[in-house]
């Protein structure tokens, strides 16, 4: 049997928004309600939240990609994101002011911020390699 591999990639691009639409409000929850009592512990899991986020989408985008590239590259972004919080010029605070900018931006540089970071793209890496390989294993 000859495997189609556009199949194989619609069935992962698939697969990958599906995840999405179960991280975003996950990672919502999880960050914006007092669920555990401690703020910073829903800073940390929303971290690792928007860190999967981000490697389901361009894993979706770009599906040809190695998922540990997506995952080291995500990484390397959001840790540059987070560096540029140090930078407080009036365009990035006036987009910071929205929901959007907040978000994708963020507002203050935090140390801490960095291990939820390495947790969430591993897990992320994690995640895409096992959708990957149950993909391929289950259409051959």
Sequence with gaps: MRINKHHIKWKYRVVLLLSIAIIVPLGYIIRFSPITGFEWLNDVFGSIAYEIFWILLFAAIAPKISAFKVALGVCIATCGLEFLQLWQPSFLQAARS???????????????DFPPYFIGSFLGWVWISSLKSYIFRTSS
Aim: proline share 7%; no cysteine; glycine share 14%.
């Design 98 to 112: 929205t929901l959007p900018g907040r978000l994708v931006l963020g507002n203050t540089f935090v140390w801490s």
